[in-house]
């Protein structure tokens, strides 16, 4: 009954590849995210979903390609990876932008 | 445009003392305002929020007033654990923003026994 569920947890890739992160949520709500946290916790918001719609799309390579086919799900697809893409990536939910999130339990993507 | 500052970390208590995390906040409108915590390998968590200027939240032991006429939000417990050592985030949401939420850059807490 876990609420955001991401896979993998873990991702070791090496420069260059093509990789896809899965995020599903079941707790009914309309609005998505993609956050970036580096080494020092920071947590960068990287794309926003609500009701299968971009509506945040911060200033990120276009190498990151999310897609959303539902409400319940976010992809994020990154293509040619570096090795500055190695961190956790979180997936969150929310019922609408201004409310609480719910947080995925992260997937650390490391980049040889 | 809107931002969150808090306090560098780390922040190192014995367990039983007293915690303070500062929050202070820029923001164009009249945002809500939240306090997340993040446990080892774990995703954030929501620990309290508030969304008007004088609310309290609270939530296990942590506590945290929204100041208006100082910016701020700071979090606070009167005797934490051991098991309280985490990263704990401020955050905030406004309309002038977009309502997108804006996060400080994390306070790291240990606690030792």
């Known amino acids: 009954d876990t609420a955001v569920s991401q896979t993998p947890k873990y991702l070791v890739t090496q420069m260059g590849n093509d990789k896809s992160i899965k995020c599903e949520q079941n707790?009914?709500?309309?609005?998505m995210y993609w956050y970036k946290q580096d080494s020092k916790k920071f947590l960068k918001i990287m794309f926003s979903y609500n009701n299968k719609e971009l509506i945040i799309n911060e200033t990120v390579p276009n190498r990151f390609s999310p897609k959303s086919p539902d409400k319940a799900h976010l992809n994020l697809h990154i293509n040619s990876l570096e090795l500055g893409d190695s961190a956790v990536y979180f997936c969150a939910s929310s019922q609408d932008l201004s409310i609480e999130q719910f947080f995925g339990p992260g997937t650390r993507l490391t980049v040889l | 445009g809107n931002s969150v500052t808090q306090m560098e970390g780390p922040v190192t208590l014995s367990e039983e003392a007293f915690l303070t995390i500062n929050c202070t906040y820029t923001a164009t409108g009249y945002p809500s305002l939240f306090w997340y915590v993040q446990y080892p390998g774990e995703g954030l968590q929501l620990l309290l929020k508030a969304t008007k200027a004088d609310d309290k939240g609270s939530n296990k032991g942590f506590e945290a007033t929204y100041r208006k006429e100082t910016t701020s939000f700071h979090l606070e417990k009167g005797s934490v654990q051991v098991s309280d050592s985490a990263v704990y985030f401020c955050a905030l949401s406004d309309r002038g923003g977009g309502f997108k939420t804006i996060f400080g850059a994390g306070t790291r807490l240990f606690v030792k026994a």
């Open positions: 707790l009914g709500h309309d609005t």
